[in-house]
């Protein structure tokens, strides 16, 4: 049995031949995805990924200038070095060339942030931050009121957000309940959702596509289950699908809109062409067209949704949901069925 000190075997050597170009790749496999901010689709992740590239690069030349100096100083030409060479060494390579490389890095990002300030010519929505999803409301009015709170009205969803490709589209951020982070790695950088506050985001996306987005900030127990979908269309697909969002639910009359109203949904949710208006959760009204259920945790299909009215909490720690495992099952699948045909 090997001990500490001993050669490594040839197994060991061959294995870790594997290994280690395998390590090497994981972080290159992170470069690329729906939620890599190194696969940049929006013109600000554009910027951030440049800065990194040229950030990494500066700070690969600034470690190959010193390290190579010194090498070069104490091993190959040790005969060259002296207490002046020192010197030059701390001066050139640790103070000048470095203050140069991160002063150009410096001035590259500061030149950039007029750009990412420009004005919005696309549409103004309203997300708001809640425990544990996204409120989202299309085409909003006016601006926030005395209270910063987010303008009232405009087309409600949730936990999508439609973006126009190309266009720049003001985001108004805010939160009624703790500090959340908006994030789109794809298309742009965080912003916080405060409470009492509202903060603006223009996101410019230049790819369209389906990206993912998560809240960045701790929130609580769901935090790390509060995600969201930015879906990029060509100008006139996001028109129509707008358009479709405002309209009523596609199905009023069934058995399970019945059991819906009769269990007090409709305290909570709204349901646009029903009694059901509640504002206190997620609009339902175009449930079934969302990819996911829950801010991202569930696909969106009927046994998701009866798994989610069943027990919230089981499925999601910290939703604030009450559970419905009083009822029997044939009643839940009845609204399940309902809400999953809801497009």
């Not at 969002?245 to 062409?273: K, S, W, Y």
């Amino acid at each position: 049995m090997p001990v500490f000190g001993d050669a490594p075997s040839e197994s060991t050597t061959r294995r870790w031949r594997h290994v280690f170009p395998t390590a090497l790749l994981l972080p290159i496999a992170g470069c690329a995805g729906a939620q890599s901010s190194l696969d940049p689709a929006g013109t600000e992740a554009d910027l951030v990924a440049t800065l990194f590239w040229a950030m990494t690069g500066g700070g690969a030349l600034i470690w190959l200038f010193v390290v190579g100096f010194s090498v070069f100083v104490t091993k190959i030409r040790p005969s060259a070095y002296s207490d002046a060479a020192g010197v030059h060494l701390i001066v050139w390579g640790g103070c000048v060339f470095p203050v140069v490389v991160l002063g150009f890095l410096v001035w590259f990002g500061t030149a950039a942030m007029p750009d990412l300030r420009r004005a919005s010519d696309g549409p103004r929505i309203a997300v708001s931050g809640e425990r544990f999803w996204w409120r989202i409301a299309y085409d909003v009015e006016g601006e926030p009121g005395v209270a910063r709170s987010l303008p009232k009205g405009g087309v409600a969803s949730a936990n999508e957000l439609y973006l126009p490709l190309g266009r720049r589209s003001e985001i108004l951020l805010g939160s009624p309940d703790v500090i959340h982070s908006f994030w789109v790695p794809a298309i742009a950088g965080k912003t916080d959702t405060i409470p009492g506050r509202v903060n603006r985001l223009v996101l410019e996306p230049t790819r369209a596509g389906t990206f993912n987005g998560i809240c960045a900030e701790f929130c609580g127990t769901a935090h790390a289950e509060m995600g969201f979908r930015v879906i990029v269309l060509p100008e006139a697909d996001y028109l129509a699908r707008v358009a479709a969002e405002a309209g009523p639910a596609a199905l009023t009359a069934h058995p399970g809109r019945d059991l819906f109203l009769a269990h007090g949904c409709g305290a909570c949710h709204a349901v646009r062409g029903t009694e059901a208006a509640g504002t206190v959760g997620p609009d339902l009204t175009h449930l079934a067209a969302r990819r996911t259920l829950g801010a991202g945790i569930l696909p969106m299909d009927e046994a998701s949704i009866a798994r989610f009215v069943r027990d919230p909490g089981a499925v999601k720690q910290g939703a604030t949901m009450p559970p419905f495992r009083h009822l029997p099952e044939a009643e839940i699948a009845t609204i399940a069925a309902w809400l999953g045909r809801l497009r």
